[in-house]
């Protein structure tokens, strides 16, 4: 669940003018880009939506099974009917959550190009915790070694997973042309954005469910997806404080932020000192999982420490969350900031962009499969 979500963007029609969606489906809310490709190869943002995803509807009949995308499609459908957004023919990229996708960091031998795709398929199969024949699959070349030898990213997902985003667009006349992962997505607008970095950066994605740790070196990449969110904040402070989850999320929202420890002052609010302890000791287990992610992108992958943080995410908002990793890790700590060389239309508001900009890489990512 995520912080400061709101319908956001206005929308000013020019003639002759084709756009196209950049859909993120996360675990705790829905972000929805409208984009033009321009000719001169340059994305221009029109608007853009972040909203809560919406619980699924009770199944009318007991013996009724549960629609996973029921949810989804009553987030998605409410985004689009509330802002008139008619969407019969248009292009359509999607990004979804990283716990349905499979994602693995890959270095192949210094072959020719036609033999790249095989030294994959066997990788695939060898990798891939599913049955080929139950997933799509595909791969994303990043970059060559020192050595000559490829990075690649490869991602899977469970066909039912496929199946039931194609028939989403279906439903709302959508031509759907990419479903991405988030770390492909994040990774592409970082690079578009900063450009290659000579130092090590970590780009902390901090989600609902999970947090995506990218490591961005040079060309090198490396990614790893950790079960801790924003939700287990909500979770544990819902528990505490004897609130239902709905209004611990709403108050953490509002009031919440990070206790910074020692002889930080207490609040005087019950629920306030309680959400920013409870916010401390999870993201202090989240902090011990990237410390672990980084040592092992040390030792085994070959890489050198980050030298900088960009936190990301709808989860990342908490006040004092930037001091928190800064404090632990002694590194400089800013947000992320996708749009630094994106073009914004007239119609969008700069300072509300500004705000929440960081939860909105994976929807720029998307953006640029339309221009690069």
């Known amino acids: 669940m995520a912080c400061r979500l709101e319908k956001l963007g206005r929308w000013h029609f020019l003639p002759g003018m084709k756009t196209f969606l950049a859909i993120d489906f996360g675990s705790g809310s829905l972000k929805l880009a409208e984009f033009e490709a321009r000719s001169d190869g340059t994305l221009l943002l029109h608007r853009y939506f972040l909203v809560p995803m919406e619980g699924p509807p009770e199944p009318e009949g007991e013996d009724e099974e549960p629609d996973p995308f029921a949810g989804v499609n009553l987030t998605l459908t409410k985004v689009l009917d509330e802002n008139e957004i008619r969407t019969k023919g248009m292009e359509a990229n999607y990004c979804i959550s990283s716990s349905q996708v499979f994602a693995k960091l890959l270095r192949t031998p210094p072959v020719e ?181 980084v040592q092992f992108y040390r030792s085994q992958q070959g890489g050198t420490s980050p030298t900088k943080i960009y936190l990301a995410g709808s989860g990342s908002q908490l006040a004092y969350m930037a001091n928190f990793f800064h404090q632990k890790l002694n590194l400089e700590v800013e947000y992320f900031n996708p749009f630094r060389n994106i073009e914004l239309a007239e119609g969008v508001n700069r300072e509300k962009l500004a705000s929440v900009a960081h939860s909105l890489g994976e929807v720029v990512g998307l953006g640029l499969r339309n221009v690069t």
């Open 113 to 293: 190009g036609s033999k790249v795709s095989q030294i994959i398929m066997y990788e695939a199969q060898q990798n891939v915790p599913f049955p080929l024949e139950e997933v799509q699959w595909d791969y994303q070349v990043l970059g060559t070694a020192e050595t000559g030898e490829l990075d690649v990213l490869l991602m899977a997902l469970r066909s039912e997973v496929v199946e039931g985003f194609a028939d989403l667009s279906r439903r709302h006349g959508m031509k759907l042309q990419i479903i991405d992962g988030s770390a492909a997505a994040l990774r592409n607008a970082y690079m578009h954005n900063y450009g290659e970095p000579e130092d090590c950066v970590l780009l902390l994605d901090i989600g609902a469910k999970t947090t995506n740790a990218l490591f961005i070196e040079g060309s090198m990449f490396y990614t790893r997806s950790i079960n801790i969110g924003s939700q287990n904040i909500t979770q544990e402070f819902a528990s505490e404080a004897q609130l239902d989850e709905i209004s611990a999320e709403r108050y953490k929202c509002a009031h919440g932020y990070v206790h910074l420890g020692g002889s930080f002052e207490e609040s005087q609010d019950p629920h306030q000192s309680i959400v920013s302890k409870v916010a401390r000791n999870v993201l202090t287990r989240l902090h011990q999982q990237v410390a672990q992610t």
